[in-house]
Every structure is written in structure tokens, then in C-alpha cells.
């Protein structure tokens, strides 16, 4: 009897809460296909974080579930999201490699009570959707528009343009054409091609007979981001002169080893190199090298998956894991830390981040393989986008 009393006061203290949850975090991203890469390096990052600080927080324990969404497929990713939130009961979602993705989830974030981190899709728009969008990763305009500065100085004046015909693309083209004329600068021609398109002999047929010195391109990482490069020395541009200036997208680390001396020298400017110097991500290369295998495959959507998982963190500690979307991105707006990229912070009113940008150049090291080297920093960078799209 008296056991049974004490069994009862136990589960109705229980009930009140005082007893340890499960917070699902789910996370959405190509994790097969030929986009794999790309989501084993969201894996990676995110397995580095709970490595590095555990998988409880208070009485709290943390589980991710996966979803996998091999292409840009909007109606799929709103589906998989739904059953996230309705089924899977999780409070967060998170991931999203491709912009389209991520902007078919922003409607159903109110009502599901649910904050969205986007880890990856770089449409400047996407956090203008709904206020529950924090992002880690980085925008097109943030990282495009420095490059600009840098084709200019490089002597050149006249450029040709060439992006995926989506979010990104268009924005990268807005952000270089911005950047550049603000110099001085041309654009020449501006080319937006169907995301499809893997083969680029046409294109580069055309970036000849258009007479610019230069070209600008981007598109999203992953096996056409190496097909292009690859073309560009393939079809004799880098032997004509025609310099080459794009995001760092378009040199991922993953890609360099097959491209190999077809990069050599091409300079780009993005948020993260993986030879960055520092301590901070030592530890995080570390880590997410043990994570993910293989350290060649190491990748940009793993810093942007960490830095998310270090936000989620710091979600669910101010909510003590309570579901209160709101409440769990307004204890985020204006967090600052320091991330493997370098120093970054949460912009409060956007709420995409506020991160360094670098020049870098693809050098190669004493043993051979090919690096990102980081040979300048535009420092605190926001999102040049934001106020272009107002
Ligand atoms: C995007 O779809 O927003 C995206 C994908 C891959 C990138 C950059 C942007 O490398």
C-alpha cells in the first residue's frame, strides 16, 4: 500500500514535468543521389557538435531523425517536414541543402510551432518567410558580392555572368552586377541556365565569343559544380586568359582533389575554407573528420549544420525544452560566438548570419593536395541582399 502511494506521488511529480524528455530535431537534406556529399557533410557537422558537447541538455536528450530529399523537390520537402512535426513529434527543423526546399517549409512553421535553421539554402528571401527561419550558413549576395571587388582589381573590366537559373543564382547574378558596376566594371552578358544542365561545352563556346576577360559564375555545389570548372580548363578558357571569379561554391574542398591542377589558382570568397586557422576549428576539423570518414570529403554544409546545432543548443536551453517556436528564436537574436568560419553573430532583426567573408585561392600544399588558401578577409559581413530585395 504505502509503495503504492509513494508510485503515485512519483508519476503525478513526473507529470509535472520534472522528468526527462526526448527534443527530436529533424533534419532534412540530400543524404543519397548525387547531392550524398552534400548531406553527409550536414551529418558530419552535426555529429562533430554532439560529439563536442553532448546529446543531453539539462534533463533533455537529444535525437536527430533524418529525411532524405536527394534533389530540389519542394512538394517533397514540405511533405517530409510535415510528417516530421505531425508525426515524429519533433520541435525542430533543420538541414535543407537547396533553397526551394527550405522555402516550401517557411508556411508551415506558425502553426506547427516549429523554428526552421536552415543549414544551408542561400536565397537572401528565404528568412523573410516567416520570423521562426534562423540561418547559419550563408547567402548568395553575402558571399558574391566581394568577389566583385576582387575581379576589378584583378585589372579586369568586362565580365560575362553565368548562374543556375533559381534563388541562388539570381541573386549571385544581382550581388556580382551590383558589386561590379559599383567599380567600374561591365557585365558584359548575364546567362541563367536550367538547374539541369550538365553539359557546358555550349556555355563556354559562348563565354569565347563574347569577348569578356572574365567570367562570374555560380552554381550549387556538387557533381555540376565540378563539371564546370572542369570545362572551363577543358575548353581552353583558363589557357586563353580568361580569368575565372565566382563564390567558393564552385571550389568546395570535395572537388578538389578532382579537379586538381584545373583549379590551381582560381580565386573565390565564401565563409569557410576547411584550412582555416584557428583553434576553434581545429577542433571542429577534428571532430567532423572522425565524423564523417574520410577528411577529404570535409565541406562548407558541415560548418553550417555545427553552427546550427550550436544555435538548436542554445534553443532548447532558453525554452528548457518546452515547444515555444517564438520564445526559442528570440532567445537566439543577436547570439554571437565563435565558429570554425571565425567570429559570427545572429543578426536580430534578419536573423541570417553576420560572418567574415574570404578571399581565397586554390594552392596547392607541400604534399601535394589542393587547399582553399585564405589570402584576405572582408570582415562582419551581413546581407547585402536583404536591403536589395526591400
Ligand atoms: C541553394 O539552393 O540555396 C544552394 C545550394 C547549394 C549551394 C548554394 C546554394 O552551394
Redesign the pocket.
Given at each position: 500500500m504505502k509503495r503504492a502511494i509513494i508510485a503515485a506521488f512519483a508519476a503525478i511529480i513526473m507529470g509535472s514535468g520534472a522528468y526527462a524528455d526526448t527534443i527530436k530535431i529533424g533534419v532534412v537534406g540530400p543524404f543519397s543521389g548525387p547531392f550524398a556529399l552534400?548531406g553527409k557533410n550536414f551529418k558530419a557537422g552535426i555529429d562533430a557538435y554532439m560529439a563536442m558537447h553532448g546529446t543531453t541538455i539539462g534533463d533533455d536528450t537529444v535525437e536527430i531523425i533524418y529525411r532524405d530529399l536527394p534533389a530540389?523537390d519542394p512538394a517533397q520537402s514540405k511533405a517530409l517536414a510535415q510528417e516530421l512535426v505531425v508525426k515524429e513529434k519533433a520541435q525542430y527543423l533543420a538541414g535543407f541543402?537547396?533553397?526551394?526546399?527550405?522555402m516550401a517549409v517557411t508556411p508551415i512553421l506558425k502553426q506547427a510551432n516549429v523554428p526552421l535553421i536552415v543549414m544551408?539554402?542561400?536565397?537572401s528571401a528565404i528568412v523573410t518567410k516567416s520570423p521562426l527561419v534562423v540561418r547559419t550558413?550563408f547567402t548568395?549576395w553575402q558571399t558574391s558580392t566581394p568577389i566583385a571587388k576582387v575581379a576589378h582589381d584583378a585589372g579586369v573590366a568586362k565580365v560575362i555572368s553565368i548562374v543556375s537559373d533559381?534563388?541562388?543564382g539570381i541573386d549571385a547574378e544581382n550581388a556580382f552586377k551590383a558589386g561590379f558596376e559599383k567599380e567600374g566594371g561591365a557585365v558584359v552578358e548575364a546567362i541563367r541556365m536550367p538547374l539541369s544542365t550538365n553539359d557546358f561545352s555550349p556555355i563556354m563556346q559562348r563565354i569565347k565569343d563574347s569577348g569578356a576577360q572574365g567570367v562570374f559564375a555560380?552554381?550549387?555545389?556538387?557533381p555540376t559544380?565540378l563539371g564546370f570548372v572542369k570545362a572551363y580548363n577543358e575548353n581552353g578558357l583558363k589557357a586563353a586568359g580568361i580569368k575565372f571569379f565566382a563564390p567558393g561554391?564552385l571550389t568546395?574542398e570535395s572537388d578538389l582533389p578532382a579537379l586538381g591542377d584545373a583549379a590551381l589558382g582560381i580565386q573565390t570568397t565564401f565563409h569557410y575554407a576547411v584550412s582555416h586557422d584557428s583553434p576553434e576549428n581545429k577542433a571542429f576539423v577534428e571532430a567532423a573528420s572522425k565524423a564523417i570518414g574520410n577528411p577529404a570529403e570535409l565541406s562548407?554544409p558541415s560548418v553550417g549544420a555545427f553552427d546550427g546545432m550550436n544555435v538548436i543548443y542554445k534553443m532548447i536551453e532558453a525554452t528548457g525544452g518546452e515547444q515555444d517556436a517564438q520564445k526559442a528564436v528570440d532567445a537566439v537574436k543577436g547570439l554571437s560566438w565563435i565558429s570554425p568560419r571565425g567570429p559570427v553573430s545572429i543578426d536580430p532583426e534578419s536573423r541570417h548570419i553576420t560572418q567574415n567573408i574570404y578571399l581565397r585561392e586554390v594552392t596547392k600544399a607541400d604534399d601535394g593536395s589542393y587547399y582553399n588558401k585564405e589570402i584576405q578577409t572582408f570582415e562582419k559581413q551581413g546581407d547585402p541582399g536583404l536591403a536589395a530585395i526591400k
Open positions: 552534400q530540389a541543402y537547396f533553397t526551394p526546399d527550405a544551408n539554402a542561400a536565397t550558413s548568395t533559381y534563388g541562388p555560380f552554381l550549387p555545389s556538387g559544380t561554391d568546395q562548407f
